[in-house]
C-alpha cells in the first residue's frame, strides 16, 4: 500500500512526469523502522525531518505535527496489515519550476515493507568492505541530509557488486573515511570508539545518536567524535556499521585486516534494552 498526500491505495504510478523529486532530486526522506506499531526513536526521526526541511527552504505544513506524521505511518501499517516494518516517509516539493520551485509547498509519499527481525540481532554473515574512491563526499551541511541525491551511494553499490565486496567505505575531499554505503561507522581500538563528526560530511544518522548517548553513559569505553583515516582502520579491533533497519552491522574483513566483534556483541544488547525501556 502506498500514502499519497494522506490517500492510501495500491496505485503505484500515481507520480507526475514532473514531480520535483525525480527531475532535479528535490526531496528528502526518512528511513524509519516499526516493532508492533512502535517507530523506534520516532522522536529523533521527526526533529531530523523537521531541521532538513528548513535547511531545504521547504515549507512546513500547519499540520506536520509528530501525532499527525506518525498517524499516517501507523495507517498506513494497518492498510498494508503490517506491525513490523521499514517505513520510508518521502517529501518533496510540488510540481512546477525549473531548478527555481513555483512554490515551496510541499508533498509526501509512504510505502511500507515487512522487516524479517522485530529487534536487532547481530548477524554472523561475513562483511567484506574496501574504500570507493572514483568519487568523494563533500565536508558541507548538505552531505548531512538524507536527501534524494544518493548518486555516490548508488555508484559505490554498483563498485562493491563489481568487486565481489558486501560494503564500501565513502571517503571526504580530505581522504578521510566518513561512513559506510548504508550506514554510519565506528572504530574500535581497546576501549576507544571513534566516529567521524558530522563536520566531516556523514550523515546525521538516528541510530549513530542513540549510540553515541548510549557510550556517553558507558564508563567503561572512551568515545571520540575524530576524524579517521584509512590507514587507522588496519590497526583497529573492531570495526562496524549502523543503521536503524539492521542495528549494528559488524565489518568482519578490510583488504588483509580481520576484526572481532566483541564490542558490536556488547552495544547491540544496550541497544535493544533501550527501545524495550522506550528511552
Request: hydrophobic share 40%; glycine share 6%; aromatic share 10%.
Amino acid at each position: 500500500m502506498v500514502n499519497f498526500n494522506g490517500n492510501i491505495s495500491e496505485e503505484s504510478t500515481m507520480l507526475s512526469v514532473e514531480n520535483r523529486g525525480i527531475k532535479y532530486g528535490d526531496a528528502l526522506f526518512e528511513t524509519v523502522k516499526v516493532v508492533t506499531n512502535k517507530i523506534l526513536f520516532w522522536e529523533d526521526h521527526y526533529f531530523r525531518l523537521m531541521e532538513s526541511m528548513r535547511i531545504l527552504r521547504m515549507e512546513i505544513p500547519m499540520n506536520f505535527t509528530m501525532e499527525f506524521l506518525e498517524e499516517q505511518i501507523i495507517n498506513t501499517l494497518k492498510a498494508s496489515q503490517l506491525t513490523n516494518a521499514r517505513v520510508r516517509f518521502t517529501i518533496f516539493r510540488g510540481n512546477g519550476g525549473l531548478y527555481l520551485p513555483s512554490s515551496n509547498e510541499i508533498e509526501y509519499i509512504v510505502t511500507v515493507n515487512d522487516v524479517n527481525s522485530p529487534f536487532y540481532l547481530l548477524s554472523d554473515t561475513d562483511c567484506e568492505v574496501d574504500l570507493y574512491k572514483d568519487f568523494y563526499i563533500n565536508k558541507g551541511l548538505l552531505s548531512t541530509l538524507k536527501t534524494n541525491n544518493k548518486i555516490i551511494n548508488v555508484l559505490g553499490s554498483v563498485y562493491a557488486k563489481e568487486n565481489d565486496l558486501d560494503n564500501c567505505l565513502l571517503v571526504n575531499e580530505d581522504k578521510n573515511v566518513v561512513e559506510a554505503l548504508n550506514g554510519n561507522i565506528f572504530l574500535v581500538n581497546g576501549n576507544v570508539i571513534k566516529t567521524p563528526p558530522i563536520t566531516d560530511g556523514c550523515l546525521k544518522g538516528i541510530l549513530r545518536k542513540q549510540l553515541l548517548d548510549i557510550l556517553e553513559k558507558t564508563p567503561n569505553y572512551e568515545l571520540k567524535e575524530e576524524s579517521i583515516s584509512p590507514f587507522e582502520i588496519q590497526k583497529a579491533d573492531e570495526f562496524f556499521i549502523t543503521n536503524v533497519i539492521q542495528g549494528i552491522v559488524p565489518i568482519t574483513k578490510y583488504r588483509k585486516k580481520q576484526f572481532t566483534t566483541e564490542v558490536a556483541r556488547d552495544l547491540i544488547g544496550k541497544l535493544n534494552v533501550k527501545i524495550r525501556i522506550g528511552a
